[in-house]
């Protein structure tokens, strides 16, 4: 069954996106995609130089089969994203990017209100705009009309390994919105991985649970694994939950002596 993630004019068979912060060694990283099949992973514009020798070039360790998703981690004001998003255009990374616009610097979440912005302004500039909010309805409709290529609302605080704290709103996204929904920050476990696709999600980004794994490639592996089925079980539409015991097997026609 043909099932893609479609994001601008692009598509992907895996629904697991990735980052390449917090390995131990950017040499973990190749290994990682090869073993999760993830096509798209997120890097900080900060991190990389092309001036830096291959050995110490971040780009040069991810495989040349994957989409670079640019982030604009450091930015605190819409203006910044834009212009991290234009210096990443402009020394080849492509025209994808993940808007991060952050002003809590307590609980690093996303400010809703200046990701807007950035997207209005990038989104008509011919960018894949993926923008990282706090989930609210609101915003993933005005992120729609914005033009943005998707919603990525938090599951939980960046880093947290809490999960999907935040399920509640996050369904309500799902239910309602016109936008691909990527869960991104805070999934721990590939079990909440799962979750989130049972629950309708398109996808899901992880990087810190597997970048502090002890074996980065097969916490790749579990978390590509577990977005599978929790997708196929999305689509496989399963039975609904009862409040009482329901018999498996008809409980008439015995066999009597």
């Known amino acids: 069954m043909e099932d893609r993630l479609i994001l601008g004019d692009q598509s992907f068979s895996s629904r697991l996106l990735t980052g390449t912060g917090k390995f131990a060694s950017k040499d973990l990283i190749a290994p990682m ?6 096509e798209l992973i997120t890097v900080a ?7 830096a020798r291959a ?13 670079l998703l640019p982030n604009t981690s450091g930015a ?8 991290i998003a234009r210096i990443s255009r402009a020394a080849g990374c492509g025209d994808f990017i993940k808007i991060e616009v952050i002003t809590d610097m307590q609980f690093l979440l996303p400010d ?5 912005e950035a997207t209005n302004i990038l989104a008509k500039e011919g960018f894949i705009v993926l923008p990282d909010v706090m989930p609210d309805i609101t915003i993933a409709r ?17 880093g947290s390994n809490q999960g999907l704290e935040m399920a509640a709103m996050i369904q309500r996204i799902i239910d309602t919105s016109r936008l691909p929904v ?20 398109d996808g899901v980004l ?17 978390f590509a694994l577990a977005v599978k089925a929790g997708r196929m079980a999305y689509i496989s539409k399963l039975g609904d939950q009862s409040a009482t015991a329901r018999d498996s097997s008809p409980l008439t026609g015995f066999l009597r002596g």
């Open 76 to 83: 605190r004001t819409a203006r910044e994203a834009v212009r």
């Open 45 to 51: 514009l900060r991190r990389v130089d092309p001036k």
């Open 142 to 158: 005005q992120l729609h009309d914005a033009g943005a290529s998707a919603v990525m609302p938090l599951g939980s605080p960046i």
């Open 182 to 201: 990527i869960v991104d920050a805070g999934i721990g476990r590939p079990s909440q991985a799962a979750c989130a696709m049972e629950m309708g999600a």
């Open 112 to 116: 809703n209100h200046q990701t807007l």
């Open 33 to 38: 995609l090869e073993a999760s099949g993830s």
């Open 55 to 67: 050995q110490d070039n971040i780009l040069a360790k991810i495989l040349d089969s994957v989409t």
């Open 206 to 222: 992880v990087n810190t649970a597997i970048a502090t794994a002890q074996d980065t490639a097969l916490a790749g592996q579990a």
